[in-house]
């Protein structure tokens, strides 16, 4: 069963995230689709959505604490508001656009563990890392891992290589499945592939040895390419 997850980043407002929302879940409730779709929206947009039990709201981010004094950060409190137990950690543009060290992405990683949140944990090297080949790229990614819990039960990763995100350079099939191969060899958990996943490409991405789906920035802002993503990818 295909994992779909869309990154919505900075974009959509309350309105657009609602219509977004209700529109994917018509889709789905009105199928028999099975996938696991998960929605990130902007916090601003969080809202109690009544969706069917394979749509999932998530956050971007946010702190580890319940509350406090994190001028421009949300907690726990904000987010049991609208019943989201589900977030992205360590996403690339956390990492390398707002500077959140391995230590911080941690101690999130172990906060929202502790409470027992599904976390979608995202890892990935920058190009000039990559250029430097792939024993390299496997010591950057095992880096991205410490002081990670990767035996934790709800636990989802996802390899998003700094270089194709956003880019509209997809990884080829070729450095997706070695990157993969080794990550599912030392850590049992769903793997999702991210970087300029596209209607035309998800299918053959998520159908890779050691892919279990997508996490999708970009190419899911459009409601109905996100739909006919999902539709791509429903028989895997
Ligand atoms: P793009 O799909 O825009 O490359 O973004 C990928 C991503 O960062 C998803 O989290």
Redo the contacts with the bound molecule.
């Keep these: 069963m295909a994992i779909i997850?869309?990154?919505f980043?900075t974009n959509h407002t309350r309105k657009s995230t609602a219509s977004f929302i209700n529109n994917v879940n018509d889709y789905l409730n009105s199928s028999a689709i099975k996938s696991e779709v998960y929605v990130?929206p902007s916090s601003t947009s969080f809202d109690s959505f009544n969706t069917v039990s394979n749509l999932t709201l998530g956050a971007q981010n946010a702190y580890a604490t319940a509350k406090g004094s994190f001028t421009g950060e949300i907690g726990t409190e904000q987010l049991d508001e609208f019943a989201i137990k589900t977030i992205?950690i360590g996403?690339?543009?956390r990492r390398h656009v707002l500077g959140e060290s391995q230590e911080e992405t941690a101690k999130k990683f172990t906060f929202y563990s502790e409470l027992g949140y599904k976390i979608i944990y995202?890892i990935g090297e920058p190009l000039e890392v990559k250029q430097q080949g792939i024993e390299q790229t496997l010591e950057y990614v095992y880096e991205q891992f410490v002081g990670i819990d990767t035996n934790y039960e709800n636990l989802i990763l996802?390899y998003?290589p700094v270089w194709?995100?956003?880019?509209?350079v997809?990884a080829s099939n070729t450095d997706i499945t070695s990157i993969h191969s080794v990550i599912k060899s030392k850590i049992s958990k769903p793997l999702l592939y991210?970087?300029?996943?596209?209607v035309a490409n998800v299918a053959e991405i998520c159908a890779l040895d050691g892919v279990d789906g997508a996490?999708?920035?970009?190419?899911?802002w459009k409601v109905e390419d996100f739909k006919q993503i999902i539709e791509n990818t429903k028989d895997l």
């Design positions: 997850a869309s990154n980043k990130f992205l996403h690339s543009e995202c996802a998003e194709a995100i956003g880019t509209g997809t991210g970087g300029s996943v596209k996490l999708i920035g970009t190419a899911s």
